[in-house]
């Protein structure tokens, strides 16, 4: 079956690029606002965008209500967040902290979600996070102004934390690091098999 863009409205076209662009790994972002509220929130359109300079990329789709997440406006006004990689035995809390709560009100307290300080910016780390980037805003840029249109967010990469046990000459433990991934609708993978293949 062959899809022509011109045809779809906006939830088709969300439906199959959110469902065929899987699995997706997903940043648990930690930011602080400008009175000091500390906000987590997961986003799964999320990828390095550079390795020198280290930069990461999110995008931020606009919801249909055009009611954002606390964690642009954070940024926007204090430039500074931590992407807490989700492992799977974070994955319940990460799903938790998606919901809408007042501005007010800080994620980690209504969930339980356990931090720590971070090194080189002001929100909080979460502690069990398996390897996490502290950041520094870089840019941001809109594509469309409507619902379903996104905002992309660089972030330069100031410092990285990787837990002990997953750091071996001067790599990440693939196999062990057991990150989540994101599939289309409430679906999320969790490797069964780590398997590695040489490149040609």
């Avoid at 899987?22 to 986003?43: E, F, H």
């Avoid at 410092?159 to 409430?186: E, F, N, P, T, W």
Wanted: glycine content about 8%.
């Amino acid at each position: 079956m062959n899809f022509d863009i011109s045809d779809l409205g906006n939830q088709a076209k969300y439906r199959l690029l959110n469902g065929g662009v899987t699995p997706r790994p997903i940043a648990w972002i930690s930011t602080r606002s400008k009175v000091g509220v500390d906000n987590l929130a997961p986003y799964s359109f999320f990828t390095v965008a550079s390795c020198n300079p280290p930069v990461l990329m999110y995008t931020q789709i606009t919801p249909r209500t055009d009611i954002h997440k606390d964690t642009l406006k954070n940024l926007m006004e204090t430039g500074e967040c931590v992407v807490n990689i989700v492992s799977s035995d974070l994955m319940d809390m990460m799903n938790a902290t998606s919901a809408s709560l007042p501005i007010d009100e800080s994620e980690f307290s209504h969930v339980g979600v356990e931090y720590s300080a971070s090194q080189t910016v002001l929100p909080l780390s979460v502690e069990e996070s398996p390897v996490r980037y502290e950041c520094r805003l870089r840019e941001t840029f809109s594509i469309g102004d409507s619902a379903g249109s996104g905002t992309v967010v660089l972030l330069d990469v100031v410092s990285i934390y990787v837990r002990d046990d997953l750091y071996s000459d001067g790599i990440i433990d693939q196999a062990r690091i057991d990150s989540v991934g994101k599939m289309g609708g409430d679906g999320y993978y969790i490797a069964a098999e780590y398997t590695e293949l040489g490149r040609p």
